[in-house]
């Protein structure tokens, strides 16, 4: 090639980058695993592998119906926020820690555990309704003994590295992995569901509950040291890249409008009740500023804050942008304006008014994806894609600029 036409490929290059700098691609999203913290929001099979009978329909149809390979065991219709978040980062579903038979720890494990609240359960009854006693400090134990055992594998003792060791992540890349904690949703909601607080006492939990969170996220940066048996004392790895994702306006969930509202109830301009709006806000505001306090005392950890609550009410200001009709109605319910009835929820089948009401049939709504939530009370597919959308791609969290890659989400969905 002469040097003039080499000049003219130059040229032509040169060229194709300025047209492709007015959009600088992202980069790729990359992890070598992601974990996970929080409740019936992130889980994926916790709850249910340690009590199949109370949670058996979060593997039945309707729930995950839209999830490839499923029963999901997953209280939505698709994929979870922490699902996007594995699939955008390029990696597999994240097996819950308790899966005895059949987990695929490679990609990460998930710690969440349906009916999980932030702060600690000291008393627990078995048929509390959908509550378990697997606390975030419980998940936390889980968490520091998953790096024991995940040394264990990798140490000489266990020589050769076999099966078990391939179907762990390697310690060495945990301080390189992505963390998620979503965790609240459940100490707010099971209290006004069952009655059992007032939205007013409820907004005086919220500082115990935000407190839980905060002493969760200074555990997961602070280093553990671990004696092994005739062996030196090993200080295990801790998180260095922390997603903490605040909570979704309560006062706009299907449930909460069907139990709270009325004509003696506050609405907002969405339609949202403004009293139990006020908890989570009171819960965004306190959890910002203990994750600042905690980015300025490590500053070392990559603490990311996620604004589920604004994704929120960006699709409700404006649902036609994405493709959402009912943005204040349940996809699989039954009844009143918001879709939704306590006696007969997603998954069961019931008498209402002398008719028989039949919950597990797939799709329990025409169109699942034009709804934000999905049974009334846990968020959709279409809200925790856009949720993770932003979060990677930089918007709604802060520092400003978030993971600050391009996810792709197709990576992994064997149905297309
Ligand atoms: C993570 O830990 C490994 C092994 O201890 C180390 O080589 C690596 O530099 C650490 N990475 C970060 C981002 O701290
Ligand atoms: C909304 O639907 C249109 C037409 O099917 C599609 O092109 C667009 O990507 C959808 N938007 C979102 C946010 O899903
Ligand atoms: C509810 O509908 C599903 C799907 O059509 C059906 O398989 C199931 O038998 C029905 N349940 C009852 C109790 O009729």
Request: with cysteine; proline share 8%.
């Amino acid at each position: 090639m002469g040097l003039l036409r080499w000049g003219a490929l130059l040229s032509f290059i040169c060229i194709l980058q300025l047209v492709s700098a007015k959009e600088p691609a992202l980069p790729e999203c990359k992890f070598p695993a992601v974990f996970a913290f929080g409740d019936s929001l992130t889980d994926t099979g916790n709850s249910i592998a340690a009590f199949p009978d109370q949670f058996a329909n979060a593997e039945l149809d309707p729930n995950g119906v839209e999830f490839p390979t499923h029963a999901a065991d997953r209280y939505t219709d698709g994929k979870l926020l922490l699902d996007f978040l594995a699939f955008g980062v390029r990696l597999n579903p994240i097996y819950p820690v308790l899966r005895g038979t059949g987990g695929d720890f490679t990609s990460g494990t998930n710690f969440a555990a349906y009916g999980a609240p932030a702060r600690s359960v000291k008393v627990w009854r078995a048929d509390a309704g959908f509550s378990s006693p697997f606390s975030l400090d419980v998940q936390q134990q889980w968490f520091e003994r998953y790096k024991v055992r995940v040394w264990f594998y990798e140490s000489p003792i266990f020589n050769p590295k076999g099966r078990i060791w391939q179907s762990l992540p390697k310690l060495a890349t945990l301080n390189e992995s992505l963390f998620l904690v979503w965790s609240g949703y459940q100490d707010y909601f099971s209290g006004l569901y069952d009655k059992t607080l007032t939205p007013k006492q409820t907004l005086k939990i919220v500082p115990d509950v935000v407190e839980a969170i905060e002493t969760h996220l200074t555990k997961m940066v602070t280093p553990v040291s671990y004696t092994p048996p005739a062996s030196e004392t090993l200080i295990m790895p801790t998180a260095s890249t922390i997603l903490v994702v605040n909570l979704p306006p309560l006062g706009c969930i299907p449930a909460m409008l069907t139990l709270y509202g009325g004509p003696h109830a506050k609405y907002d301009s969405h339609g949202c009740l403004s009293d139990l709006n006020k908890i989570t806000r009171e819960h965004n505001k306190l959890l910002a500023k203990k994750v600042d306090d905690l980015r300025a005392k490590h500053p070392d950890v990559k603490l990311l804050y996620g604004d589920a609550h604004s994704v929120y009410t960006d699709i409700l200001k404006d649902p036609k942008k994405y493709n959402v009709t009912s943005p204040l109605k349940a996809c699989c319910g039954v009844g009143g304006a918001y879709n939704f009835n306590k006696e007969v929820t997603c998954g069961h089948t019931g008498m209402l008014e002398n008719k028989f009401v039949n919950l597990t049939v797939a799709p329990p709504c025409p169109n699942p994806a034009a709804h934000m939530s999905w049974d009334g009370i846990h968020t959709s597919n279409t809200f925790n894609k856009a949720a993770v959308t932003a979060f990677l791609m930089g918007e709604h969290i802060t520092p400003k600029g978030g993971l600050n890659c391009s996810p792709d989400f197709s990576h992994w969905d064997l149905r297309t």
